[in-house]
């Protein structure tokens, strides 16, 4: 399984630009990178998938190394409504042979945005 | 609009009670799946399905059970032997192995929060 760390909290400023890395050391040929937000009491929201390289969004952009071991995620300019817990979560989202049911949420990064 | 549905959002239980929370998407997803949450905690699956009438355990299943006879429905079930069910529970919902996707993900209900007192 593949196991990731991440840090336990960051705190910002708004309109800074955040990254947090998120390491996973035995990723799976298979297994796809994904991050999630969430807000108290609320469900995780998805925010941004990528396998290789560089994918890029409406809401933040994930760069992927060549040997894939770890991954960060980029917001660019947050902002206070930015304050949440973010999940990388690293696996075979596809789901072939129950895949999906091997993957693991941690505690997450619980990023603070200050005015 | 095309989403996943838990209800009720606060449900309060007294010990030795079985209590049932409700799950419902209407996203023609797959599988579906079953979280619990405690407070600065990530996020530990209890049950999960693939399809209709089959279901898996997850890492925390002892004192839940769970059904799925159809495919928009996923209904937890949280039974007097369960020892701590104070949490926050989230239901989840996937496509499995369909190809030509762009991204492959989880879609999360709201959450019910059940108090037990």
């Known amino acids: 399984l593949a196991k990731t760390t991440q840090p336990i909290s960051m705190d910002s400023y708004e309109g800074q630009e955040v990254n947090i890395t998120c390491s996973h050391n035995n990723i799976a040929t298979n297994d796809y990178i994904t991050w999630y937000q969430q807000f108290p009491s609320q469900g995780p929201r998805f925010i941004i998938q990528?396998?290789?390289t560089k994918v890029t969004n409406e809401v933040a952009s994930l760069f992927i190394p060549a040997d894939r071991k770890s991954s960060t995620l980029s917001l660019p300019r947050v902002s206070l409504s930015d304050t949440a817990v973010y999940y990388c979560l690293v696996g075979d989202m596809r789901g072939y042979g129950g895949s999906q049911g091997n993957l693991i949420f941690g505690k997450g990064t619980k990023l603070s945005v200050k005015p | 609009d095309g989403g996943i549905t838990q209800s009720p959002k606060y449900l309060f239980r007294k010990e030795g009670q079985n209590v049932t929370l409700s799950c419902e998407q209407n996203l023609n997803h797959d599988a579906m799946y079953w979280y619990r949450q405690d407070p600065g905690q990530g996020l530990r699956l209890i049950y999960y399905s693939q399809i209709v009438n089959d279901f898996q355990k997850g890492d925390i299943a002892e004192g839940y059970s769970v059904s799925r006879e159809k495919k928009e429905s996923f209904p937890l079930t949280v039974t007097s032997a369960q020892k701590n069910p104070t949490a926050f529970y989230l239901c989840?919902?996937?496509?499995?192995?369909?190809?030509?996707?762009?991204?492959?993900?989880?879609?999360f209900g709201s959450g019910t929060r059940l108090t037990v007192v």
């Open positions: 990528g396998y290789k």
């Open positions: 989840a919902s996937s496509i499995v192995g369909v190809g030509g996707q762009e991204t492959y993900g989880y879609t």
